[in-house]
């Protein structure tokens, strides 16, 4: 039977940094939207406190997570064993995209020194902590990360790199505002 946490203890740190991957779930408010779950993998997440985590996104193929945290802030981090003892982690929030042009982006930046350039950083500020056994999840053996999504982040002239991420990710899947720049004002 599952159980859950009041903060991250020290179990659940460690369970955390042996992951090689997550996944991320949003959803906009409308019936009619499309819920989203994201792969993540690399050294991409950070725990900042006991109830704070918080990950690099370098990009992709859409805008809906950022999408959906600015219309509504709700977010699921979840964490399953692939090698090892059975286990799934949730980590349920609210969660905020501090984007590339935003004021506070260098310093969370800081967090992944692995990385030169992101689209975002996630902060997610974790309302609830489940557990639950795992058991349906099989083994996979880690043999490495792929580098396509890294290299592609750099490949380009930062302001390439930046006019690119405006134009293909300023708006999501359901029409929700995406990626804009701080000093635009956007309509909802």
Same mark, same amino acid.
């Given at each position: 039977m599952g159980k859950t946490?009041?903060?991250?203890?020290?179990?659940?740190?460690?369970?955390?940094?042996?992951?090689?991957?997550?996944?991320? +779930?949003?959803?906009?408010? %409308?019936?009619?939207?499309?819920?989203?779950?994201?792969?993540?993998?690399?050294? %991409?997440?950070?725990?900042?406190? %006991?109830?704070?985590? +918080?990950?690099?996104?370098?990009?992709?193929?859409?805008?809906?997570t950022q999408a959906h945290l600015r219309e509504n802030s709700r977010i699921t981090l979840m964490f399953c064993a692939l090698e090892g003892p059975a286990k799934i982690l949730r980590l349920y929030g609210q969660g905020e995209a501090i984007t590339f042009d935003d004021p506070r982006f260098d310093d969370l930046m800081g967090h992944f020194p692995s990385f030169s350039?992101?689209? +975002?950083?996630?902060?997610?500020q974790i309302e609830r902590i489940a557990d639950s056994c795992g058991w349906g999840v099989p083994f996979f053996a880690f043999q490495g990360e792929r580098d396509q999504l890294a290299r592609s982040v750099v490949a380009r002239p930062f302001e390439d790199w930046t006019a690119h991420r405006f134009a293909t990710n300023s708006v999501s899947v359901d029409g929700l505002p995406g990626l804009t720049p701080q000093n635009k004002e956007t309509s909802s």
């Amino acid at each position: 039977m599952g159980k859950t946490f009041d903060q991250l203890n020290d179990g659940l740190l460690d369970f955390i940094a042996k992951q090689k991957l997550f996944f991320v +779930a949003t959803a906009p408010l %409308s019936i009619d939207g499309h819920v989203n779950l994201s792969p993540k993998g690399y050294d %991409s997440l950070v725990v900042l406190d %006991s109830l704070t985590v +918080a990950y690099i996104d370098l990009g992709g193929s859409g805008i809906e997570t950022q999408a959906h945290l600015r219309e509504n802030s709700r977010i699921t981090l979840m964490f399953c064993a692939l090698e090892g003892p059975a286990k799934i982690l949730r980590l349920y929030g609210q969660g905020e995209a501090i984007t590339f042009d935003d004021p506070r982006f260098d310093d969370l930046m800081g967090h992944f020194p692995s990385f030169s350039r992101a689209r +975002a950083v996630v902060k997610i500020q974790i309302e609830r902590i489940a557990d639950s056994c795992g058991w349906g999840v099989p083994f996979f053996a880690f043999q490495g990360e792929r580098d396509q999504l890294a290299r592609s982040v750099v490949a380009r002239p930062f302001e390439d790199w930046t006019a690119h991420r405006f134009a293909t990710n300023s708006v999501s899947v359901d029409g929700l505002p995406g990626l804009t720049p701080q000093n635009k004002e956007t309509s909802s």
